[in-house]
């Protein structure tokens, strides 16, 4: 398997072109999309320009950059120039942004080819990426089951071998939930390290842009493109990028791993032996390893289906059929504007509307949006607490592998406790990462989730780089088994 | 019959002369082709973030410093209801932790109006209602303006301190005047830079408890401001004189109908939902920069108005008079005091270019803000050594308005402007006498109305030439007897 540093040395070397690189990648798309259904939209000709471009660059004698024709899925809540972006929401159905994300545009800049927008649940909310106004994505090695989601387009078309890297969102596990269920590397960065200018936001304080990658190190490189500074973004945090794919091979020794009792406990018992055996294999090389309890991770959930709601309710208000999107006519403005958004929102949006518009009423907001916010402060202290102790937590990504479709539809509570694991970090702010270690009973891939203090990114990768090492041999493999 | 107190508080909506808007780098302009100063984040464009404009935190700093205001560290919310033209269909607005907190205004007949709060928000779009009235309920469709979508505003939230009407418009022209002198507002009403929303109760005279208050919309100038005032304090009163009970609501002053309208209930109210503007960090305004604000500062109304004073009363005079205080209330409303100063400085006596600016400059203000200061100051002198008469000045001053400045003698010359010399003037004066001598009889018999007659008949000879003053001089002379000066 090529990773994209060789894959973009050989295509800056001259001696593979992007368009043969590209050309891969749309005929794996053209084999397999129709059943997986990764991608919303593939956009063939700007993708080709591209990559001629590239190749002339490249035979011009200049750099394209670290990702120079290396293609790229981008969940489609990213805004891309003249591209449809629709968050899989027949609101937003034919939108082309007049603007590219500061993501999109490093990628660009760093000689990456967008080759199309990505599925996912409506407006990112959402678990295994059924909540899609076009339909759902499947699950690469089983057509019946999930990828996870949000980001299941990108997630499942990096397992699919479509593509080597994916960006998705994650607001409360959506990258790493659907890596987990896939079998593929995706992390959330520390709040403010990767830009939101130009992510579609579900809930601004939460929502982080994060990569998928079939390695640690792939991600690592693509993290490295897309971290810094961004003068767009106020939340960005003032410092350069971080230098991850440098220390990837120092190893684990003397690290302190913490296992985060909370984030194993209630998992499956196949996916909570993958996390011990992690554990385990880190001992072995050198880490230090022990158990520790973060009491607070049970609020976690209900803190979160406050705040992000209500921070939704606020950022889909403007989804009102005036300037973009769909439109249903009404016999006045309002009644325009409620006929444009009843037609144009699916029900689980129209859930957290709702339940965000009602925590944030007048007489309900300290009970409420008030007092989620007061448990967020507390999950912040109780982890810096654990990071007195340890340098990284251990955990499952996700409580089970890879679910079958239509099995939690009908039961939003099942669905959201999908993401207790990963739901922690969003509300700390903190950055954490799903690497795939083996599978469960059913054969499915299980992703084991490292977590670490904010801007600790270094180490996080470090310590994913160790776990990977350490994966049983062939699992992983097979989940990403149709790359080239 | 009880008295009644009416009782004023106003909120003035203040755009800031920033070069760009509040959160986004796109030109802040009035008046610009509609929807060409707009970019993803004043449209609200999703992904789109909002990124604080220092220079609009600078004149708030600046506009709170000058209301003794206290600059604390603040935060913004977002204020949640649907409009169409509000991009976002929420308003980001800083709430209960604003960057300017209490403080107070000193109006110039010495009352005092306290300050709630002075605090950071984006303005919407601009919607025309489109129709054959051109009135919101029979239109047929809106047009929506996006340049003034994210332009800076300072609201300014006065304490209900104002008792009349009347009080309610010197606060307003006061607080005008420091907004400009801040170099926060260009002051003009007319153009939306200032909007005022009044809340308005009455309350029996000595009760101390505030009556049940209505809040007055669509206050787009200060006659419109005094005229919902009254109005609104009467049906207040016609109201609870007859029985009834003042509701709690939001009221339109509908100005070509003189009333204010209902536009909402207190139920009808929305529930903004105000949370904090996830999107920004909280702003913290170091010592340094504070200080760098106030330095900023310009003269203030007051002190503006000190120093004409003190110009017109130095010298033989001692206070001003009451004339000469609306005229140094008028010229620095206007903005004309900086030109009696260069005038005063140039040589002039301070009384005549405060009569000349309170009324010829005042009167064709678009040109005298643009009126070169020393022209005018040259003007004021000639007039005061007597090279040409009030009338001829007069005329000269005109023209250097509407030509921007010039050389006032040279005016002068070309109009063959030339006041009389003197001993013209007094054989013009005799010549006068001497063929009118039945009138002059019974001037000296005491009938004053003739002194008028006489100076009549000398301008007329004298083709206006002559200096009234020295005319009255003379005739009085002659009347007494005097020996010539």
Known sequence: MTGVRDLAASVRAGERSAVSVLDGALSAIADRDTEVRAFLFVCEAEARAAAEALDDAVRAGSDPGPLAGVPVALKDNLCTRGIPTTCGSRILAGWHPPYDATVVARLRGAGAVVVGKTNLDEFAMGSSTENSSTGPTRHPQDLSRVPGGSSGGSAAAVAAGFVPLGLGSDTGGSVRQPAALCGVVGMKPTYGLVSRYGLIAFASSLDQIGPLARTVEDAAVLLEVIAGHDECDSTSIDRPAPMLVRSLDRGVDGVRVGVCAELVDGTAPDVAARVEQAAEALEKAGAEVASVSVPEVRFGLSAYYLIAPAEASSNLARYDGVRYGLRVPGHDVAAMNVATRTAGFGPEVKRRIMLGTYALSAGYYDAYYGKAQRVRTLMIQAFARAYERFDVLLGATAPTTAFALGERVDDPMAMYMSDVCTIPSNLTGDPAISVPFGTGRDGLPVGVQVLAPALEEELLFRVAAAVEAAAPAGDRTSAAGAVR | ?485
């Open chain 2, 1 to 485: 019959m009880t008295d009644w107190d009416t009782v004023v508080g106003l909120e003035v909506h203040c755009e800031l002369r920033t070069r760009t808007k509040l959160f986004c780098g796109c030109r802040n302009a009035f008046g610009d082709e509609p929807n060409t100063n707009i970019c993803p984040v004043c449209l609200g464009l999703p992904g789109s973030l909002p990124v604080l404009n220092e220079q609009a935190v600078e004149l708030a700093m600046r506009i709170g410093t000058a209301l003794h205001a206290e600059i604390r560290p603040s935060i913004f919310h977002r204020k949640n209801y649907f409009y169409p033209d509000m991009p976002k269909d929420y308003q980001i607005s800083q709430y209960d932790e604003p960057i300017n907190v209490g403080g107070w205004l000193d109006l110039p007949d010495a009352s005092r109006v306290g300050i709630v709060r002075a605090h950071i928000e984006e303005d919407t779009g601009k919607t025309t209602h489109q129709g054959a009235s051109g009135r919101i309920h029979s239109a047929e469709y809106a047009l929506v303006d996006y340049n003034r979508a994210g332009v800076p505003l300072v609201e300014i939230v006065s304490a209900p301190d104002i008792r009349s009407a009347s009080q309610a418009r010197a606060y307003v022209t006061e607080l005008r005047g420091v907004l400009v002198a801040t170099g926060a507002s260009d002051g003009r009403m007319e153009e939306g830079s200032l909007r005022v929303d009044a809340n308005v109760s009455v309350r029996r005279a000595g009760d101390e408890h505030y009556g049940t208050r209505c809040e007055i919309k669509n206050l787009n100038s200060l006659r419109s401001l005094v005229r919902a005032i009254e109005y609104e304090a009467d049906r207040q009163v016609a109201l609870v004189e007859t029985g009834g009970r003042v509701v709690q609501e939001t009221r339109h002053w509908d100005e070509g109908a003189g009333r204010t309208v209902p536009l909402r209930s207190k139920e009808e109210a929305f529930d903004y939902r105000y949370f904090p503007e996830p999107d920004l960090v909280p702003l913290d305004p170091d010592a340094e920069w504070q200080q760098r604000a106030a330095g900023a500062i310009g003269l203030l109304p007051a002190a503006r108005r000190a120093r004409l004073v003190e110009l017109v009363t130095s010298g033989e005079h001692g206070a001003p008079t009451s004339q000469q205080q609306d005229q140094v209330e008028a010229v620095v409303n206007q903005g004309l005091d900086d030109l009696v100063v260069d005038a005063v400085d140039a040589g002039a006596p301070a009384a005549l270019a405060l009569v000349r600016a309170a009324n010829e400059l005042a009167a064709d203000l678009e040109h005298a803000t643009v009126l070169d200061p020393s022209a005018f100051a040259r003007l004021v002198v000639m007039e005061t050594t007597g090279a040409v008469t009030a009338t001829q000045a007069k005329a000269i001053l005109a023209e250097l308005l509407s030509a921007g400045g010039g050389d006032p003698a040279e005016v002068a010359r070309a109009r063959g402007f030339e006041a009389l010399a003197d001993d013209s003037l007094v054989a013009v004066v005799a010549e006068t006498v001497e063929a009118n001598r039945a009138e002059w009889d019974r001037y000296l018999a005491g009938d004053d109305k003739l002194a008028g007659f006489f100076t009549g008949q000398i301008m007329k000879a004298t083709r206006g030439k002559a200096d009234g003053k020295r005319v009255a001089e003379e005739l009085r002379r002659l009347r007494n007897g005097e020996p010539e000066a």
